[in-house]
T-cell receptor, first 115, second 112 residues
């Protein structure tokens, strides 16, 4: 069966450290993979998209890697801050009718950055 | 003003009632989506629409229907609400040439 796995346990880290979140998947062949941030009671906010032929993407303090052999994406936040505390969702873009893509979301991992 | 708005933001209704959740967007995007989010289950796609004349079922469409009244408006209906439809509902949009989605603030629906 198809699965997207994100660690259900919260990740606790100290301010200033690098947070690394993992997204593993099985029985999917995504063309794209996205990461979103979600704060409690609010809608997810898009952060980064990486294509299947890209190994790494960066945006400010964020870095995403995508290994289609391992079927895994890693999401890094460097120099983490308490304001980075949130739930982070990965989403795999799967081909849909009419040749486009729709995302399928993982359940998310909560990140807590301690001052 | 927010790019994607949802009304109502909170709703409590009784079992068997018909309810409509509305979504409007000013982003000019062709594509619109409805998701529900339950604790521990993540976001699940209910319906999506790639343009005004296109409606597609998602992973969990049973018990729901949608209407795409215009490019900017996409509504979700529960014909006869049941308690297990209690959830947080999100509308989202995306541009046809890009895949990132833009979410509304959500509607918290409680069915008693």
């Amino acid at each position: 069966s198809q699965k997207i796995e994100q660690n259900s346990e919260a990740l606790n880290i100290q301010e200033g450290k690098t947070a690394t979140l993992t997204c593993n998947y099985t029985n999917y062949s995504p063309a794209y993979l996205q990461w979103y941030r979600q704060d409690p009671g609010r809608g997810p906010v898009f952060l980064l998209l990486i294509r299947e032929n890209e190994k790494e993407k960066r945006k400010e303090r964020l870095k995403v890697t995508f290994d289609t052999t391992l079927k895994q994406s890693l999401f890094h936040i460097t120099a983490s801050q308490p304001a980075d505390s949130a739930t982070y969702l990965c989403a795999l873009d799967i081909i849909a009718p009419r040749g486009s893509y729709i995302p399928t979301f993982g359940r998310g991992t909560s990140l807590i950055v301690h001052p | 003003d927010a790019d994607v708005t949802q009304t109502p933001r909170n709703r409590i209704t009784k079992t068997g009632k018909r309810i409509m959740l509305e979504c409007s967007q000013t982003k000019g995007h062709d594509r619109m989506y409805w998701y529900r989010q339950d604790p521990g289950l993540g976001l699940r796609l209910i319906y999506y629409s790639f343009d005004v004349k296109d409606i597609n079922k998602g992973e969990i469409s049973d018990g729901y229907s949608v209407s795409r009244q215009a490019q900017a408006k996409f509504s979700l209906s529960l014909e006869s609400a049941i308690p297990n439809q209690t959830a947080l509902y999100f509308c989202a949009t995306s541009d046809r040439d890009r895949y990132e989605q833009y979410f509304g603030p959500g509607t918290r629906l409680t069915v008693t």
